[in-house]
């Protein structure tokens, strides 16, 4: 075989290229395999993933924890659910192991012994890794595809699989060159939009709060509507929000924002575990018993030391040094309603640069979903984030990235050995089904629909009136008068 001539060329060495170019390998022993990577070592994605501890797979996948052509997966995922990625991960050396809410970590927690095993796993198998090879083209040959590189190089293979990754996180190797590589090749591709990524909201909110996380309940709010409720780690940044809350819940904010004519977005935060009326009478009984206190520390116990004092200088414009005998009724129904929803508009997100994973890519109507293979080029195979799939937080996007790579990898093989794909496989069971029905959320929060715009002192900024609250009138307080921007 000439020098450059390949059985299989894989483009890209991530998560789905490598796992690929294994399952090809272990599939048809001899095959001439290469991983082709536009950066200078292949898996930098891989070693960031999962804060550096990798989250492999999440024993719970189902397809709600999937958007986009999610029916297209189907068969992937059934043919090679977490169980049957873990067992693969064990047969290579990694052993994992499960955590919290079914996510899955190497024993090592380490990212990096799992790159460490792809790498020597490809070496042991014979797969030649070539870096620094950024594929630009792809032309049919009589033998297969002639791939060629930014710089000139050449290969030609008899068959190409492209794992070519998402736009998501460049400073990782997310690039828009698989894209164009497979639309040079007649495939079509779906608007993209960054997916968990943090979201940008009035600073003048956040910036004060800068580096507080605490653990609650967000609703990501489109125009009038709920569309998603998530709980976990919610992090004030310089910019807005960020934590695994907020990542999850970011996919429809960036969606809902990428439109021609978006409508209003909000996340509401709520701060305290309980509902307005609870927290109304909760702080009704701390008036009464801490009234010789500062409002300094009124909120202290109760939220964060730094969101409770913010709280209060927002929402009834006293100042901290005043005693908690000052608050008026309405001003702790106004504290109840900001502490129970606070509203907050998104602006943007933080985009692809710094999302985890892109949302949309390469539509599959002309990929088949029972070997990968383009259904436009014969010897085409396309696997991983490349595709119009993206999962949420929890090991859902590797576990995806794995599954297509072995099912490409598997049928790229054999379609050059001539053996049949195994019969029976439609006989699995379909991962739609695996994860238990989410039980009821725990409080019965109110969900609050968001302000009317023009009225928003929230988010127009708009300083307190001084007669704004009528302690003797509480008709008077509207959601939309619930917080303000700090007095000067
Ligand atoms: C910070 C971070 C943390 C994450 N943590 C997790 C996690 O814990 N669990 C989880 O499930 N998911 C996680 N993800 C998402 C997950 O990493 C991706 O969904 C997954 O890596 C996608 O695999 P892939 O092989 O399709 O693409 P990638 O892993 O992106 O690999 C694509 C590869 O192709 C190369 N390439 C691109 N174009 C070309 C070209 N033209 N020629 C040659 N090479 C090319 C790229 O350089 C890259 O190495 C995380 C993502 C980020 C950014």
């Not at 012994?113 to 620094?132: F, K, N, P, Y």
């Not at 990754?165 to 190797?173: E, F, I, K």
Request: aromatic share 6%.
């Amino acid at each position: 075989m000439s020098e450059n001539l390949y059985d299989i060329a894989v483009i890209g060495g991530g998560a789905s290229g490598m796992m690929a170019a294994l399952s090809a390998a272990k599939t048809a022993p001899g095959l001439r395999i290469a991983v082709l990577e536009r950066l200078n070592r292949v898996g930098k994605k891989l070693m960031a993933t999962g804060n550096g501890r990798c989250n492999l797979t999440n024993t719970r996948a189902s397809e709600k924890d999937y958007h986009g052509s999610v029916a297209f997966m189907r068969f992937a995922m059934s043919m090679f659910p977490p169980e049957k990625v873990m067992e693969r991960f064990r047969e290579l050396g990694v052993w994992p192991k499960e955590e919290e809410g079914g996510r899955v970590y190497p024993m090592s927690d380490q990212a990096s012994s799992v790159l460490d095993t792809l790498r020597l796993s490809m070496e042991e198998a014979g797969i030649e890794e070539i870096c620094d090879f950024e594929a630009c083209e792809l032309a049919r040959t009589k033998l297969g595809y002639r791939v060629s590189a930014k710089d000139g190089r050449q290969i030609v293979a008899r068959r190409v699989i492209c794992a070519a990754g998402g736009a998501a996180s460049p400073s990782l190797g997310g690039s828009a060159s698989g894209y164009r590589l497979m639309e040079s090749c007649g495939h079509e591709s779906t608007a993209r939009f960054p997916a968990l990524v943090q979201l940008k909201a009035n600073p003048e909110y956040t910036r004060p709060l800068k580096g507080i996380k605490y653990s609650g309940d967000i609703d990501l709010i489109v125009g009038d509507k709920v569309r998603r409720t998530e709980t976990g780690e919610i992090l004030f940044t310089e910019y807005g929000l960020s934590g695994i809350a907020v990542m999850q819940v970011s996919r429809i904010a960036a969606q809902a924002l990428s439109q021609k004519r978006p409508q209003p977005v909000y996340a509401c935060l709520h701060l305290v575990p309980m509902n307005r009326e609870e927290a109304y009478g909760l702080l009704k009984k701390r008036r009464g018993m801490l009234s010789g206190r500062t409002l300094e520390n009124f909120l202290t116990g109760l939220v964060n030391k730094r969101v409770g004092q913010m709280m209060i200088k927002w929402t009834t414009g006293l100042s901290l040094s005043e005693t908690s005998g000052a608050l008026t009724d309405a001003h702790l129904d106004a504290l109840a309603e900001s502490l129970t929803g606070w509203m907050i508009e998104i602006t943007g997100t933080q985009g692809l640069e710094q999302a985890q994973v892109t949302a949309g890519g390469v539509r599959t109507q002309d990929i088949n979903p029972e070997t990968m293979e383009s259904m436009l080029a014969d010897g085409l195979y396309l696997t991983g984030e490349l595709l119009d799939v993206d999962g949420d937080c929890g090991g859902f996007n590797l576990q995806w990235a794995w599954a297509s790579g072995m099912l490409a990898g598997e049928s790229c093989a054999r379609s050059l050995t001539g053996e049949k794909q195994p019969a029976g496989r439609r006989d699995k069971p379909v991962f739609e089904n695996r994860r238990p029905e989410k039980a009821p959320a725990k409080a019965p929060y109110e969900r609050r629909t968001p302000p009317e715009r023009s009225k928003s002192s929230v988010r127009q900024g708009r300083p307190a009136k001084k007669d704004e609250y009528r302690s003797d009138d509480r008709r008077d307080l509207r959601p939309s008068k619930g917080m303000r921007k700090p007095h000067d």
